[in-house]
């Protein structure tokens, strides 16, 4: 079946502009998560959902970042106002359930620069 | 904060070869996973291993837990030129509240030589 997608796969913006970033997880998969990973480095997490729902939004790195999901479907993360430090791939990924023991399935991920 | 702590930090071998790889973490875990990431495919995967088992397989992967020790290892036997990517450790989530995602290391880069 279909895997995790995410749009677009290369975001170029300019400093100071708000960037969409869209996650489609898989069908049936009640947790997606948003992780963001800058160059050679290991990902850091940003959010979850839980349904609609992000129980702890603490991770996000400041007040510029929300995410959004409807239902248990589509997820959007925007970047407000960005920053060159913004520069990363931001991955999306979904599991069947929230929780440990569940294996996660990741998207090929956003690579956004901002010049 | 960082969880996992992959070593070495990059590897290169021959093709055939064993390759090993180290995960040490900070805090209790109930599992812990490994992941590999290469440009072709993205971020896989790769096997769980739970706080209660000590050594898990999986095809040509061997992974060992030592929770005394807070570290796992990874296991590669006759790599061959597909398995040159970047393999991470991931911890977590964590329920209770907190971070609740995975927690990943910097991970290793391993080189496969033809």
């Known amino acids: 079946g279909a895997g995790v997608s995410q749009s677009p796969s290369n975001k170029v913006t300019e400093k100071g502009k708000d960037v969409e970033l869209r996650c489609d997880p898989i069908?049936?998969?009640?947790?997606l998560y948003w992780y963001r990973q800058r160059l050679g480095q290991g990902l850091e997490f940003l959010i979850y959902?839980?349904?609609?729902?992000?129980?702890?939004k603490s991770g996000l790195p400041s007040d510029r970042f929300s995410a959004e999901r409807t239902g248990e479907s589509v997820s959007t993360l925007t970047i407000q106002r960005t920053q060159q430090e913004d520069s990363a791939v931001y991955l999306c990924?979904?599991?069947?359930?929230?929780?440990?023991?569940?294996?996660?399935?990741f998207g090929p991920g956003t690579r956004l620069t901002v010049t | 904060s960082q969880q996992g702590e992959e070593d070495p930090q990059a590897l290169s071998i021959q093709e055939g070869e064993n390759a090993t790889m180290n995960c040490s973490y900070k805090?209790?875990?109930?599992?812990l996973q490994w992941y590999r990431q290469n440009s072709g495919r993205g971020l896989v995967h790769l096997i769980l291993?739970?706080?209660?088992?000590r050594e898990k397989h999986s095809g040509r992967l061997r992974v060992t837990l030592d929770t005394s020790k807070k570290s796992s290892s990874l296991l590669i036997t006759a790599s061959r030129a597909a398995d040159t990517a970047s393999y991470f450790c991931?911890?977590?989530?964590?329920?209770?509240?907190?971070?609740?995602?995975?927690?990943f290391g910097k991970g290793t880069h391993l080189i496969i030589q033809p």
């Open positions: 990924a979904s599991s069947f359930l929230y929780g440990q023991g569940y294996e996660q399935y």
């Open positions: 069908s049936g998969h009640t947790a």
């Open positions: 959902f839980q349904g609609n729902s992000a129980p702890d």
């Open positions: 805090t209790s875990i109930n599992n």
């Open positions: 291993i739970r706080s209660n088992e």
């Open positions: 991931a911890t977590g989530p964590y329920s209770g509240g907190g971070a609740d995602g995975l927690t």
